[in-house]
């Protein structure tokens, strides 16, 4: 036993020491603080603590790891040191390009179309630098990396359904012709640590029984086991401009379960029959694709659920341990009244509250269009604004269009100001850019808050700019 414990601690060492490990928590730290950036220049205030994000994701991602050590190691896995380092520097290459791309599914699934070319070029050097290197990947077994991939996106599913709108995170995104509108982006992105059981010469681990994917691999039958460290990074990005946050991450939890079984099926498929490993690979990359398009096509036709109607203020979100979150106001709700006076902008939200300095009286409607009536006493140190966060007017800054976000791009944080500070300043197209695949809805109107007889945003659906959460 305590030879055993002395292997796992050894391997959790091994962990934490190797440079993957702490590439994957750098993402992880520099993609949460990016919301934070970005939240200053948005709202002029902090709304989610990044540290707590990184938090929940990595205990999220220890569930999930744990979670997968444990079947894999029931079922057998098969992987060297120098395949779980063609993994990561697989993974590290593509989050050059975009961050989502970190995703474990997508190293994979390349290192499976990179193995079969290799089998098809003739001549490929056998020795040296290059030639190990190519060994390395050759000699990785992708069927068994596609079954840990599928147990990974069921676990992230589960993840989904019960982080998911912890992560939901406000911000105004450029709708047709420049003008913003309220949305909510489920920033999903964690960090499993995995402890595999893999055959090793000499390894101090033995078992009673012969794990059965070595045999359906036609592995040979190995002496001694090992524990092997493989960090994983895997996460989802999905945006909402139209549902309620916690609806979008059941949807989307809906759909990462779908594809985590697509690809258990197709994991399985090229365990028992080779030549499907590389249609596997490819499929894996093309679903999880498909699914990531499915979100965005989702919000095509439906009304903006974040954008001023010309009666009252909608909120967007409400600032944590704020009068507003006191009072139990939800995102969603508009503000109707203030002490008695009708409210369609801030102005005149700030002129009602100096009505009354020391206490508010609020009417809210509610998500289901019923009127509410709330008070609370004002203290000194309140928000100005009570806490709320109101859907965006045309001098609100966006988040930058067309600037899909990469690795590089985790250090920068732009936002485009709005039409009533710098009409000339609005971005157009770049030169031969195709138009984007998914649509984002227009506000409203001009400032529609302040004109009550701007039209509601029921029709909102035209095709507008892309966004760093597009695919």
Known sequence: MNEYLAIILSALL????QPFYWAGLLILLLYYRRQGILE?????????????????ALLGGLV????ASLIMAGLGFSLTPGG??????????????RIRFVNFAYAVGALGVLQLVLHLIPGLPDHGIWGSLLGTISGLNIAALLLLAALVHLGESALIALQGKHFALPTYIPGKRGRPVGAYVLRMLWLAPTLLLVPAEGGAISLPWQPPLNTWLGLPEAAGYTLLAL?????????TWTLLPERKAARAARRGLLFGAALLVLALGAVF??????IAAIAGIGLREALIRDGLREEDGLPALYAHTGRGLRILSVQPGSPAEDMGILPGETLLKVNGSLVSTTQQLHEALRVNSAFCKLEVQNRSGESKFLQRPIYAGDHHQLGFIFAPDDASASEQPYRPLSLLGLWSTHAEPGRGLAERELLLPPPGAAPGSASLPEQAAPHAAAHPEAASPASDADPAKKTEFSP
């Open 231 to 239: 960090p994983i990074m895997f996460g989802l990005p999905e945006a």
């Open 84 to 97: 779980a380092a063609a993994v990561w520097i697989t993974a590290l290459i593509l989050v050059l390009i």
């Open 14 to 17: 091994e962990l934490v020491i």
């Open 64 to 67: 999930v790891g744990a979670a």
């Open 40 to 56: 200053r220049k948005l709202f002029h205030i902090r709304l989610h603590a990044y540290g707590s994000l990184v938090v929940r």
């Open 273 to 278: 029959w080779p030549p499907m490993t590389v």
